[in-house]
């Protein structure tokens, strides 16, 4: 059976591939670990992928794992540079990540809960959640430092209207391998998981 490991974002969870699972077919079979930014983390199983499909932050988790080299991996919402620099315009200031470390280290929900509307998220966590200072603030480190460029992915899907990857952002990291997904915000997990998962069963298809 063909399997597809599907990688969440910042502030995100394993949860968040719900709507793009309901829309591949039965042979397909995904594994979505959760990188325990509420709480218990689940990680990668192991078993090798035929296809890494990641969700924003998820791009660089997957660009990191040493035993996920090789691997076809496709993009949403992602980046394999977040942060601007002298050679890298594009990107998001460094000094908004710094600003939301310190928010972090002073009140996380309200950072998270900030950011999440930010991006216009379809789900927020509940009262009942830990949040995981270390595991939340891992990841905006990986956001200020990370630069996985030239790699690049078997496709890039892009909002036009993304509010955090700008359309010049994405494809200043994926070039032609963009596709741009017109009224698409940062949540296209959520807003077009058709699309989405249309795009994994044409790659793994072809």
Not at 9 to 20: H, L, P, R, T, Y
Request: proline letters at 6%.
């Amino acid at each position: 059976m063909t399997r597809i490991l599907l990688l969440h974002g910042w502030a995100g969870s394993a949860q968040d591939w719900k709507e793009v699972q309901a829309n591949l077919p039965d042979d397909l079979d995904t594994e979505c670990p959760d990188a325990g930014y509420f709480g218990q983390q689940n990680p990668w199983s192991g078993h090798r992928p035929d296809l890494i499909v990641g969700y924003s932050l998820g791009c660089l988790d997957a660009l990191d794992h040493p035993d996920l080299g090789g691997i076809p991996w496709m993009a949403v919402n992602g980046f394999t540079r977040f942060c601007a620099g002298t050679e890298f315009p594009e990107g998001i200031p460094a000094r908004i990540l710094q600003r939301m470390q310190k928010r972090l280290d002073e009140d996380a929900e309200t950072t998270v809960t900030t950011f999440l509307s930010s991006i216009e998220a379809f789900r927020f966590p509940d009262d009942s959640v830990t949040y995981n200072h270390e595991a939340l603030s891992a990841g905006l480190t990986r956001l200020l430092e990370a630069d996985r460029r030239p790699v690049q992915p078997v496709l890039a899907l892009a909002g036009d209207r993304d509010p955090l990857v700008s359309v010049a952002h994405s494809r200043a990291c994926f070039g032609d391998s963009t596709v741009i997904i017109q009224e698409g915000g940062h949540r296209l997990l959520h807003s077009h998981p058709h699309i989405v998962a249309n795009a994994i069963i044409r790659i793994i298809r072809s």
